[in-house]
């Protein structure tokens, strides 16, 4: 007898496509039991799967509007002193109230689960402390937003390995056993690794910071890099060891399932071969990268040839993830001047959105598929009177959504199988959008 609850609705995205009439019934732990027939009434039109925020650095999100302003060649580098300026002005509770916040907005959003790249570790000053982790920890379980905390290592400021600036200071750590005593002081908290890119990690501390991590975290831990965002990241590299950061990667580790290649933006026609057949992940962030002028990374190939990738929302300047899609498949239509570049028959939304789903699960270090037995009740359901769906068949209403739709659109997001936003409002949310105001103006004024 199944004692669980059982949530019905005129249609579910599962891992085969669209299947009419269903019922979820889901188990006491949050995860789903069975998925069977069921009929009117409905619990809600459409619900499909809570997308895996893959990739983000929570306390950026106090920087939207910083860096915009054009001194000669703006570019990321400039954006970048404004992050440092803000990066050494948070104090823990500024970030426990920047967190909540944000990860609220992602929730409403329809993000079911954050991946956070978590380089902010020390105190102001550089002191040692696990403030600022608990902070985020903290934040996620207050808001109830599962969380995949991937401590961050980061010790040179360049490719020349030259030590970490002055500005890097609560970034940095001095070596990999330094490192390696953060992660063990974090215990259960920390769920993977995450080398900081190529420039802030010395090909030759990758190995013994993969094997020092395994060590604590077990073989299975994902590990996320940032790796070929920027066509200057590509081209120092090149002129340092003669090789590209990717072919460098792979020339260091054996690169495997387990691997995230955040951006991935310049990966070339080989690189995104040796990518797949690695069975790796590439974590692609299209709000940050068209915001930061990176360039667009070849999704239509990638996506044709049945490579893994997942979004990210990064610096937080937006908390989307349909606007996110939308910006990664307007982002092909712009360069090739032609439309439906990552569609198949299927149109875009059914194709793109369990693409991504999927790869994100992987980048959170899930093996079950979403909306299957045994993964975690995790749905974002859409309104059948939401503007951009209203009136539009079944089949259409996602490619809608996709193309042009919003939050409005969403009529309620479970996670785990408890229903924690409606109408675009978070459950009992708590006051955090003062919380947030106030740290947003103590941040700027000081
Ligand atoms: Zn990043």
């Known amino acids: 007898m199944f004692d669980g609850r059982s949530l019905t609705f005129r249609a579910i995205l599962g891992p085969e496509g669209f299947e009419a009439d269903r019922t979820i019934e889901i188990g ?31 306390f950026q999100r106090a920087l939207a509007g910083r860096g915009e302003a054009a001194y000669g060649e703006e570019s990321f580098w400039t954006w970048r002193e404004a992050m440092y300026r803000l990066a050494n002005a948070i104090t823990p509770e500024q970030l426990y109230a920047i967190a909540c ?71 940095v750590h001095d070596s ?26 010395p090909p030759e501390d990758l190995v013994p910071l993969i094997e020092g991590a395994e060590a604590i975290l077990g073989e299975s831990a994902p590990i996320h890099i940032h790796v070929s965002e920027q066509m200057r990241e590509v081209l120092e590299c090149r002129e340092r060891f003669g090789r590209t950061p990717i072919e460098l990667l792979g020339d260091m580790v054996p690169i495997g399932p387990r691997w995230n290649l955040v951006h991935a933006t310049h990966a070339t026609d080989a690189e995104r071969v040796v990518i797949r057949e690695a069975a790796a992940n590439v ?81 959170a270090g899930y093996g079950t598929a979403a909306l299957s037995c045994g993964s975690r009740a995790d749905l974002v359901v859409l309104d059948e009177e939401g503007p951009t769906i209203c009136g539009q068949e079944l089949e259409v209403a996602l490619d809608a959504w996709i193309v042009g739709g919003d939050v409005r659109d969403i009529a309620s997001v479970y996670v785990a199988g408890q229903r924690r936003v409606e109408k675009g409002v978070l459950n009992g949310e708590p006051d955090i959008k003062t919380a947030f105001a106030a740290a947003m103006r103590a941040i700027w004024s000081s």
Request: aromatic residues 10%; glycine residues 10%; hydrophobic residues 40%.
């Open 101 to 171: 916040y944000t990860y609220a907005e992602m929730m409403c959003n329809g993000f079911t689960h954050v991946v956070e790249f978590h380089y902010l570790h020390h105190q102001s000053g550089g002191s040692r402390s696990l403030a600022m982790t608990d902070a985020i920890v903290t934040a996620a379980n207050d808001i109830g937003l599962p969380l995949t905390l991937l401590p961050v290592y980061y010790r040179t400021s360049g490719f020349d390995g030259a030590p970490a600036s002055f500005e890097q200071k609560r970034f």
């Open 176 to 201: 990999v056993e330094d490192f390696l005593l953060t992660l063990e002081a974090m215990g259960d908290v920390a769920n993977g690794v995450a080398p900081h890119s190529l420039r802030a990690v």
């Open 283 to 363: 974590v692609l962030c299209p709000l940050t990268e068209a915001y930061l002028g990176d360039g667009i990374f070849q999704a239509r190939e990638h996506f044709h040839a049945s490579g893994f990738a997942a979004i990210g929302s990064d610096c937080n300047v937006r908390v989307s993830p349909v606007d996110e899609v939308r910006q990664l498949e307007y982002g092909q239509r712009l360069r090739d001047q032609k439309r439906a570049r990552l569609a198949t028959e299927q149109g875009v939304g059914v194709p793109v959105w369990s693409w991504l789903v999927d790869g994100g699960r992987r980048a």
């Open 28 to 58: 006491p732990d949050g995860c789903i039991v069975r998925i069977v027939p069921g009929g009117p009434p409905y619990d809600g039109f459409i619900a499909i799967p809570g997308m895996t925020n893959a990739h983000s650095h929570v």
